[in-house]
């Protein structure tokens, strides 16, 4: 058993009549991580966290969940795991805590543990002015939360989140994002989304899937550094034009510029760096040293929707 470690996959595949939904990935998930799966669509994300979750099986390849085999072992990995589906099946007729304390016997807790645990994940999840209403006259939003509380509720070691946020409106896509955040202070949580912004406010670490293959797996900020044009900074000068020119052609940290006029007699300098390296400080002393008026400094940072595009299309093809 892995101390360290989490989740361990590794070579999983899965094959449906005619088609591989996931390809011989393989990944490791360390515990106390916030990890996110991002692809669109059809990538593998949510087949997935079903093997992972001991609700299909794969076709080939090994799976461990705190150390244990889910195939062999899916009883002591359901134990440790708490899995939010897509679809958040709830039982619309139930008032919440009717149906979080029906939950939490099923999930083997007793009379005494599972009231309290009950009341802890109402609160944890802001269910409690709520717990007494039906689940069905409930918005999209608490209904999230319900389902959230739900995967809560037998204390399990893994959170499993498949797109946790769809459907919501902006005010309740923070609020379950700040309480997923919250969650990474005791649990493993593993996320799906296709939303990109989701992934670079939440976790520590990104998997991208396509077709059903991981094609980078690394931490945001690493993730960068897959881009060409990375640390690209923008300065607006005023100088004479053929100064500036001969300024960046001359300067070895500087791989390419482009130069077009700003507001005024500013120009606005647009200079990719060599290996990524930072200009700002060269910019800065240049300017100074020559009595050049510099009034914008910026280095810019590719998004993460601009790495994802990167991955998935590195020869720039058009998705069609």
Not at 122 to 147: F, H, M, P, W
Request: proline share 4%; glycine share 8%; with cysteine.
């Amino acid at each position: 058993m892995s101390d360290g470690l989490m989740i361990e996959v590794s070579n999983l595949t899965k094959r449906y009549a005619g088609h591989t939904a996931v390809s011989g990935i393989s990944f490791t998930v360390e515990r106390g991580e916030i990890v996110g799966l991002l692809g669109s669509n059809g990538a593998g994300k949510s087949t997935t966290m079903r093997i992972l979750s001991c609700y299909m099986p794969a076709t080939s390849g090994t799976v461990r969940v705190a150390g244990y085999d889910v195939f062999t072992q899916a009883d002591e990995v359901r134990r440790r795991i708490g899995y939010m589906p897509e679809n958040n099946p709830l039982h619309p007729e139930m008032r919440v805590r009717e149906y979080l304390k029906f939950r939490a016997r099923l999930k083997g807790l007793g009379w005494r543990r599972s009231r309290e645990r009950v009341d802890v994940v109402l609160e944890q999840c802001a269910l409690t002015d709520v717990s007494r209403k039906i689940i069905g006259n409930l918005s999209k939003g608490y209904k999230q939360r319900v389902g959230l509380a739900d995967a809560l509720v037998h204390e399990p070691e893994l959170i499993i989140l498949d797109e946790p946020t769809i459907g919501l409106d902006p005010r309740q896509i923070r609020s379950v994002r700040q309480l997923i955040k919250d969650l990474a202070r005791t649990h493993t949580v593993l996320i799906s989304t296709h939303i990109l912004s989701e992934v670079e406010i939440t976790c520590s670490r990104v998997l991208i899937l396509h077709e059903g293959k991981i094609l980078a797996a690394d931490t945001p900020d690493n993730l960068q550094k897959l881009m060409g044009d990375h640390g690209q900074v923008v300065a607006e000068i005023s100088a004479p034009l053929a100064e500036l020119q001969d300024c960046w052609e001359q300067m070895a940290e500087v791989a390419h510029f482009d130069l077009s006029p700003a507001e005024g007699d500013y120009q606005r300098c647009a200079l990719t760096p060599q290996n990524g390296a930072d200009l700002r400080p060269l910019i800065f002393a240049v300017a100074r040293e020559r009595g050049w008026q510099l009034r914008e400094l910026t280095r810019s940072r590719p998004s993460l929707e601009d790495i994802y595009v990167r991955v998935i299309r590195p020869n720039g093809e058009e998705e069609i």
